[in-house]
């Protein structure tokens, strides 16, 4: 159902991927979600065109991309929201059928700002987490007129310090992978301790 759901989606057939989700999720003794009837087609028609106004809702004014690449980050959100709720997952799936880079100049300042250089994965996902959190701060804040419920000033992003510096480490990690390193760590943890220690082990794979 996956396969057929992500080629729904690629060709912006939302509901119909929708209705393949309703057409396997209603024959389960226990499907996923809560409150959801799969068999009452007009409720899941409904979920899904909800789903999609609230990502189109998102601000992508700040994107220097072509009309192509901003309906793709719609697919990605749609497709996690929907099936995999694992925006990782869901990035790389859609990275897999497109060429084009993501082009914000805010986004490029901030990780500039963070001397850090993420890869593609990395940037989209942290600009798609901040779209997601902002509208839901401006949702909640309307719902419940409640004025600390605020997005994230323009500019700035929804990623931690620690969250970039782990980045760092595991962007040179896979670097370092590629080399042919002998004797270099399988595991990103056993490197992580290496270079916690500044060890002589990490000093010698960082100088080859």
Known sequence: MKEKFIKAVEQNNFESAALLMAQEYSTRIIPPGIGIDWADTDQ???????ELNQIKSFDFSDLLNTDFFVNRLVQIMYYDNMIEHNLWNSIEIFLLREKEAINCPSLEAYFKQKEFNPTEEQRIYTYLVTK??????????????DTNYKPLPS??????????????????FHELSGKNIDNFPKTFATFQK?????????LSWIIK
């Not at 899941?44 to 909800?50: C, D, G, L, R």
């Open 132 to 145: 997601r959190y902002n509208t839901y701060q401006l949702n909640m804040g309307k719902m419940l007129k």
């Open 194 to 202: 290496h270079k916690a220690e500044k060890d002589d082990k990490y």
């Open 155 to 172: 500019g700035e992003y929804l990623i931690s310090d620690s969250e970039i510096s782990l980045w760092k480490d595991l962007n040179e």
């Open 44 to 50: 899941v028609k409904s979920m899904s065109k909800k």
